[in-house]
Nanobody
């Protein structure tokens, strides 16, 4: 079992910045990757960014490339999402995700979500 706790959401003005954090706990030894998804009202949940535990390989949605940066502290089992140059379209609930894998399984775990609102 993996528990994910997000923090750092809130209100920002267009052009502003926020930094999200997600701490993983529990049975985390085989987490392959962690990342962030978001879901805006009336829209599907979409991948924002993720990062692998071992190699630090990153992946970003086209809509956030050049503005958001994902990073991780493996020693603390924590991932971060630095969000710069925010635009109103970034408004959504952001969910932390962890992928846990072994020789015979692949599981997804989710945090409860943190609200990000970008508005003037």
């Amino acid at each position: 079992q993996v528990q994910l706790v997000e923090s750092g959401g809130g209100l920002a003005q267009p052009g502003g910045s926020l930094r999200l954090s997600c701490a993983a706990s529990g049975s985390i030894f085989d987490i392959y990757a962690m990342g962030w998804y978001r879901q805006a009202p009336g829209k599907r949940r979409e991948l924002v960014a993720d990062i692998t535990t071992s190699a630090g390989r990153t992946n970003y949605a086209d809509s956030v490339k050049g503005r958001f940066t994902i990073s991780r502290d493996n020693a603390k089992n924590t991932v971060f999402l630095q969000m710069n140059n925010l635009i109103p379209e970034d408004t959504a609930v952001y969910y932390c995700n962890a992928v846990k894998s072994g020789s015979d399984y692949v599981y997804d775990y989710w945090g409860q979500g943190t609200q990000v609102t970008v508005s003037s």
